[in-house]
């Protein structure tokens, strides 16, 4: 069973930067097929995707924030990362990481981590 953990901060004023880690067991994150997202949640606007990083360490962010986001990984120690620049409040949401595949020609979400609150507030 792979497990995903998301870790950061919960809670970040107007115009920081957040950072969240998603370490994960069971498994390498450069294992071929494999793909490392993070989707966020807003009461408002639902699931959101915002971006992966692929095992060959190639990166897609969603057009609408790919000027302020960045996502990396560590591959010695199977964590990815994600930073979003210049957050408002409206950013406000669960943030989770997840596992995704391609399987027979479609993309698959398959492991998700719990989620992390954050809260983007004065």
């Known amino acids: 069973q792979v497990q995903l953990q998301e870790s950061g901060p919960g809670l970040l004023k107007p115009q920081q930067t957040l950072s969240l880690t998603c370490t994960f067991s069971?498994?390498?994150?450069?294992?071929?097929?494999?793909?490392w997202n993070w989707i966020r949640q807003t009461p408002g606007r639902g699931l959101e995707w915002m971006g992966a990083i692929t095992y060959g360490g190639h990166t897609y962010y969603s057009p609408s924030l790919k000027s302020r986001t960045s996502i990396s990984r560590d591959t010695s120690k199977n964590q990815f990362t994600l930073q979003l620049s210049s957050v408002t409040p409206e950013e406000t949401a669960v943030y989770y990481c997840v596992r995704g595949q391609v399987v027979g020609g479609s993309y698959h979400f398959d492991y998700w981590g719990q989620g992390t609150q954050v809260t983007v507030s004065s």
């Open positions: 069971v498994g390498s994150i450069t294992t071929h097929s494999y793909y």
